[in-house]
């Protein structure tokens, strides 16, 4: 049975929209990422995990666990799509728009989310004491790297 042409160009823009929105989520994640390192600079995230193997591999492992849900929001959803070869028709505004405003929410949610705890010292516990350990560093990151990513999914996942 032949596959129309008309089909398996949908399927390589498809593809392409998929690949191009997943490459710009990362993106998005790695700058979000040095963002939170200059917020938190109470924590040394990057100097304190060197130290510890368990505490790279927490980090590598939310790394990964952000890159899937990025692509599987990707692959939903891509914010680049279309079936013509037109830049303007390729990019849908509307979910990039979404989604950079998600990212903004992210960082500024993780951002006063932290300040809170710190500065409040909500149930006596000081955030300092994170930089005691590199594993708990790495736990931080890999936690935050999934909230990120859940944030950033759901911004791709939703109908517009």
């Known amino acids: ?30 700058v979000s990422i040095k ?9 040394k995230e990057f100097e304190v995990i060197k130290e510890d193997p368990v505490a790279v591999s927490l980090f590598v492992g939310g790394f990964l666990i952000f890159a899937a849900l990025i692509i599987h929001g990707s692959a939903l959803n891509p914010i680049f799509q279309g079936n013509v070869v037109n830049p303007l028709s390729f990019i849908n505004s509307y979910r990039l728009v979404l989604l950079l405003l998600a990212y903004g929410i992210s960082l500024v949610i993780g951002w006063l989310s932290y300040k809170l705890f710190a ?8 955030l300092d004491d ?7 560093v790495g736990l931080f990151l890999f936690c935050y790297e999934i909230f990120i990513g859940l944030i950033v999914h759901a911004s791709l996942s939703l109908p517009l």
């Open 35 to 43: 963002i939170i390192t200059h917020l938190t600079s109470e924590i």
């Open 130 to 136: 994170i930089n005691k350990s590199p594993q708990a």
């Open 1 to 30: 049975m032949a596959v129309p042409t008309s089909t398996i160009l949908g399927i390589f823009f498809w593809l392409l929209g998929t690949v191009a929105s997943s490459l710009f989520c990362l993106l998005i994640g790695l």
């Open 119 to 126: 500065n409040l010292r909500l149930f006596g516990i000081d």
